[in-house]
């Protein structure tokens, strides 16, 4: 499945600066699942991201859907804002 999402250059810094935090806290998890995201974004096909991080199809299209209807609130190693 070939599917083409846009998303603003704010969500995409977000994005980036939640993989900047993963990577220093070393949560490996995290970091796929963020690059599964942008791949993703950025034309390549579920396998071809799948292929790359070493999971399988699926895992990449649930983190897309995820992405998509429920979209990263918390970023690890930053206290989460009271409300």
Partial sequence: MNIQIRITKQTVKKLEYIM???R???D???LKRIAAV???IEGFKYSVTAS???V???SVRIRVKKFLFR???HVPGVPKPRH
């Fill in 38 to 40: 942008l791949s993703v």
């Fill in 20 to 22: 900047d935090a993963a």
């Fill in 28 to 30: 490996c998890q995290t």
């Fill in 52 to 54: 790359v991080l070493k």
């Fill in 71 to 73: 979209r990263p609130a």
């Fill in 56 to 58: 399988c199809d699926e």
């Fill in 24 to 26: 220093l806290a070393g």
